[in-house]
């Protein structure tokens, strides 16, 4: 007997349409699932595999070996040591376990954990790229973070070529060091294949010539684990290509020399700042460069902390400048190079032209005076270079005028870059009329086309255009790019590009009056101006320079700057037919130039003399100890130009 539902209808009768729409839905839920099912696993079986090996396999790039720097004898300035890393993949490095690991690492690593934090934020790759925390960690710390990295998630160890500069400071003015590649440069370089955790060249020749060092990457398919902690390597699509190496035109020896010659005179005099460069004049090959106060390029390389390197960009004698190329002075009286030159190519004046030097001159109610007071008379060419005479050069370059001056100190390089291969090279400063209109929005001053002609007033310059220009006058009259660089040398020896002098222009002026220049220079050591540096077993000519600048002391004296840059011929020895050593200079095989720049010397003679001195001494091999300490006492003494 069957009951009645509400509506009327036998409750029996209802049961097997319940059971009938049940099986119906559970059919059609099952159909459903087992079409996904064959859809993923038969129709798109090979697309998932696909994704599920992607997703179990990594693309690694295979880092080249960065080619090494040699000096011009072949002697390594530069290797590559192997050395362990600590990098962070922020991707892989929970957020909530950040503080922890953060922690355990900077007390294994002697690092400020908010040095580390800063590290990771300002990562210049995305969230995926390696970020580097530390570099050149101890074998034994290695160790143990890489065993430890259940509990150090997103934290790896690897292997790395560090730069191992031989001499250290010797050179780091010249080369420059590699450190982690900044946000900005990577925006320039990804399209060149650079990664977040690139090393590159920062400075000096590491980075002028970064791409030719760099090498080329590989590439190669890794396994990872469900962690995401590679575990073996399973296929090297790519090979990487080593990086070319450098051969230098400095040599090892003669930066040795320079910088022990500088050294001496810093010392001796207490100087804070110096430049020593050896050129040669036929090539325009830098055989030293030395700038001091300099760095340790290794710190770098082994990665500097903060604090150190705010030490050096506090330091106020500037040890990371190359004072040779990145910085510019007045040139003082070797600049007179350019006034005689000039005056005698204008035909303003001869050879045997005679001008009177005075105590001073005037120009309304303003004198100009002599730097001894007094002049010395009636004076040709030779005897106002020899003299340094400040009156007889008011002379000439009131005769030829700014812009003429201005002219001739653009053919001998002043004003411009000279090209060579160092970044952050300056152009100095040539006035004329235009520059100081467009500078100051006035023409020049008579007084102050004066100052001009004795490098003072408005001229700077650094000290490789300085050397540069007298090395064109030992030569004959060619200024040369000076290159440091003597062959780019590929992986397997070969020589990828070869060293050719390359010629800035030829100056526009006769051999007659170069001739009579370099007369003039060796005059400036035949009386006595450089004291007895015409003692010497050699023929050296040259020209000193003291430079004023600053504020005047309590006796109305300003600070100055001492130059002095000299030429060798090719055959130096003195010799009986030759007594004064004129038929040497009158020849244009000098092979060797030599500038010395002392900032803020102050000292009672010219402390840049000799520092050159005393180079030329062990260059040469004499014996006999020709320096006169004496000069270098300090006390704004301003005897000498």
């Given amino acids: 007997m069957s009951t009645l539902s509400l509506n009327g209808r036998p409750?029996?009768?209802?049961?097997?349409?319940?059971?009938?729409?049940?099986?119906?839905?559970?059919?059609?839920?099952?159909?459903?699932?087992?079409?996904?099912?064959?859809?993923?696993?038969?129709?798109?079986?090979?697309?998932?595999?696909?994704q599920a090996q992607a997703n179990r396999t990594l693309l690694n790039a295979l880092p080249a070996a960065r080619g090494l720097i040699y000096d011009r004898d072949k002697q390594a300035l530069v290797a590559n040591v192997p050395t362990y890393s600590v990098k962070i993949t922020p991707a892989d490095l929970p957020l909530p376990r950040r503080p922890d690991v953060v922690a355990t690492l900077a007390g294994l690593l002697g690092l400020d954990p908010a040095d580390i934090n800063t590290a990771i934020d300002s990562s210049s790759g995305s969230r995926f790229d390696p970020v580097r925390i530390a570099s050149d960690v101890p074998k034994s710390t290695a160790n143990f973070i890489a065993e430890s990295r259940l509990d150090l998630p997103g934290v790896q160890i690897d292997v790395e070529a560090r730069r191992q500069y031989v001499d250290g400071p010797l050179l780091s003015q010249v080369l420059g060091y590699t450190g982690p590649i900044s946000a900005t440069q990577l925006q320039a370089l990804r399209d060149k294949g650079y990664l977040g955790d690139d090393l590159i060249g920062k400075t000096g020749l590491e980075s002028v010539y970064e791409t030719a060092l760099r090498g080329t990457y590989g590439q190669q398919v890794v396994e990872r684990n469900a962690a995401g902690q590679q575990t073996k390597v399973l296929e090297t699509i790519t090979e990487p290509g080593a990086g070319s190496s450098l051969v230098l035109t400095i040599s090892r020896r003669e930066q040795q020399m320079a910088e022990e010659a500088l050294k001496w005179g810093m010392q001796t005099a207490g100087l804070k700042r110096g430049v020593i460069i050896v050129m040669n004049p036929q090539t325009g090959e830098i055989l030293a460069m030395v700038s001091l106060p300099t760095y340790d390029n290794n710190a770098f390389a082994r990665g500097i902390s903060n604090s150190a390197y705010q030490a050096l960009l506090g330091n106020p004698d500037k040890p990371l400048l190359n004072h040779a190329v990145n910085a510019h002075y007045p040139p003082g009286s070797t600049y007179k190079l350019v006034t005689g030159i000039g005056g005698l190519a204008d035909g303003r004046i001869t050879p045997t032209s005679q001008l009177l030097t005075q105590p001073f001159l005037s120009i309304g109610e303003t004198k100009f005076y002599e730097w001894n007071k007094q002049g010395w008379g009636a004076c040709d060419i030779l005897c106002g270079f020899a003299h340094s005479s400040d009156t007889y050069f008011f002379q000439v370059?009131?005769?030829?005028?700014?812009?003429?001056?201005?002219y001739w100190a653009s053919q001998l390089g002043?004003?411009?870059?000279?090209?060579?291969?160092?970044?952050?090279?300056?152009?100095?400063?040539?006035?004329?009329?235009?520059?100081?209109?467009?500078?100051l929005g006035q023409a020049i001053f008579p007084g102050e086309t004066y100052q001009a002609g004795i490098g003072q007033g408005y001229d700077v310059v650094t000290p490789i255009q300085m050397i540069n220009a007298y090395s064109a006058l030992a030569n004959g009259g060619t200024l040369y790019k000076p290159q440091l660089v003597r062959d780019i040398v590929g992986p397997d020896g070969s020589v990828l590009q070869a060293f050719q002098p390359?010629?800035?222009?030829?100056?526009?002026?006769?051999?007659?009056?170069?001739?009579?220049?370099?007369?003039?220079?060796?005059?400036?050591?035949?009386?006595?101006?450089?004291?007895?540096?015409?003692?010497?077993?050699?023929?050296?000519?040259?020209k000193s320079g003291t430079a004023e600048f600053g504020l005047k002391d309590a006796e109305g004296r300003l600070p100055f700057h001492s130059w002095f840059v000299a030429f060798v011929p090719k055959d130096p020895q003195k010799t009986a037919s030759d007594p004064t050593g004129m038929k040497a200079v009158d020849r244009t095989d000098s092979d060797l130039a030599v500038l010395a720049f002392a900032y803020d010397s102050r000292t009672k003679g010219n402390v840049a003399t000799e520092i050159v001195k005393y180079y030329l001494q062990m260059?040469?091999?004499?014996?006999e100890d020709f320096r006169i300490t004496d000069l270098l006492q300090r006390g704004n003494f301003y005897q000498s130009n």
């Fill in 619 to 623: 260059h040469y091999g004499i014996q």
């Fill in 397 to 406: 370059a009131g005769m030829l005028g700014i812009d003429r001056l201005g």
């Fill in 414 to 439: 002043f004003g411009q870059p000279t090209g060579i291969d160092l970044p952050g090279e300056v152009s100095g400063i040539v006035p004329t009329n235009q520059w100081k209109l467009d500078t």
């Fill in 502 to 542: 390359e010629v800035l222009r030829k100056l526009e002026v006769s051999d007659k009056v170069l001739k009579t220049m370099r007369e003039a220079a060796r005059n400036v050591v035949l009386v006595r101006h450089t004291y007895n540096l015409v003692d010497l077993p050699i023929v050296v000519a040259g």
């Fill in 11 to 50: 409750e029996a009768a209802r049961r097997p349409l319940r059971f009938f729409v049940f099986a119906l839905a559970v059919l059609l839920g099952i159909g459903s699932l087992s079409a996904r099912l064959f859809y993923l696993q038969i129709l798109n079986a090979s697309r998932y595999t696909t």
